[in-house]
């Protein structure tokens, strides 16, 4: 786990991309989307393959922060001709409104079965150290503003506390018929999250988001992990 961090240090680089990120939160027991990198039009229809479609193409590139504002998400891709596609515009338009900026490639990763998107974030108070936040999540994080906080490290009881302290617990109830979602699966990544970050400083700031909140289970399908 730590190698992915000294290699990012001994690089000078302090953001780690949608991959790396997910390998560290998979080493610290969270699920997330099956994600590798492709490098060229040719590797993605190959690692696509291998995953098994649909899947979901990314722009992987440290100066993109929201990919799906410029077109750098392509979701649901089922066969081996819409991947090559989806690479070849999501480079054209990468290039196109963002031209300078650094890109690494494409992530292939499998399409996730869909459930309430909620956000597992992590930043520093200067006073009281790593901060934990859950709340409601994919697009509508900003406009809900919908979430909760508790300062590193949280006890089984906070990271139930901030799951049912949101306004759309409800959703997560299974509002109106919809699937309701698995509470324990939400809790014990909240418990991981906290054991992970308080055992590795390093970490300046974490965003999950989205999670998929499901009856079955719990998935990270986007994150972005920032180091010191
Ligand atoms: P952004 O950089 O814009 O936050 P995301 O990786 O979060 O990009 O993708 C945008 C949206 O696409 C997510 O909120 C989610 O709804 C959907 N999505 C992303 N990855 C997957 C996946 N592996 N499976 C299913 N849906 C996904
Ligand atoms: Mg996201």
């Known amino acids: 786990m730590l190698t992915i961090i000294e290699n990012?240090?001994?690089s000078g680089r302090k953001y780690l991309n949608e991959i790396e990120s997910k390998q560290l939160l998979k080493e610290a027991g969270v699920s997330t989307s099956d994600t590798r990198l492709a490098t060229s039009r040719a590797e993605a229809i190959a690692l696509a393959r291998d995953i098994g479609?649909?899947?979901?193409?990314?722009?992987?590139?440290?100066?993109?922060?929201h990919k799906s504002d410029i077109g750098?998400?392509?979701?649901?891709?089922?066969?081996?001709?819409?991947?090559?596609?989806?690479y070849d515009e999501i480079m054209g338009v990468t290039k196109a409104k963002q031209p300078s900026s650094k890109i690494d490639g494409a992530s292939v990763q499998n399409m996730a079965k869909p459930g309430v998107e909620v956000i597992i974030g992590m930043s520093k108070d200067p006073q009281f150290g790593p901060v934990l936040m859950f709340g409601i999540g994919?697009?509508?994080?900003?406009?809900?503003?919908?979430?909760?906080?508790?300062?590193?490290?949280?006890?089984?009881?906070?990271a139930r506390d901030m799951i049912k302290e949101i306004k759309s617990f409800p959703l997560l109830e299974g509002y109106r018929g919809s699937e309701p979602a698995n509470i324990k699966a939400l809790e014990d990544i909240l418990l991981?999250?906290?054991?992970?970050?308080?055992?590795?400083?390093?970490?300046?700031?974490?965003?999950i988001n989205p999670i998929f909140a499901r009856w079955d289970n719990a998935i990270a399908v986007d994150a972005r992990i920032i180091l010191e």
């Open 138 to 158: 994919g697009i509508l994080v900003e406009l809900l503003k919908d979430v909760s906080f508790r300062v590193v490290p949280i006890t089984q009881r906070d």
């Open 8 to 10: 990012a240090q001994n």
């Open 53 to 65: 479609f649909p899947v979901v193409l990314k722009i992987v590139s440290q100066d993109i922060v």
């Open 192 to 207: 991981k999250i906290s054991a992970f970050v308080a055992k590795t400083p390093e970490i300046k700031e974490m965003d």
């Open 72 to 86: 750098g998400v392509k979701l649901g891709l089922g066969n081996a001709a819409a991947v090559g596609k989806a």
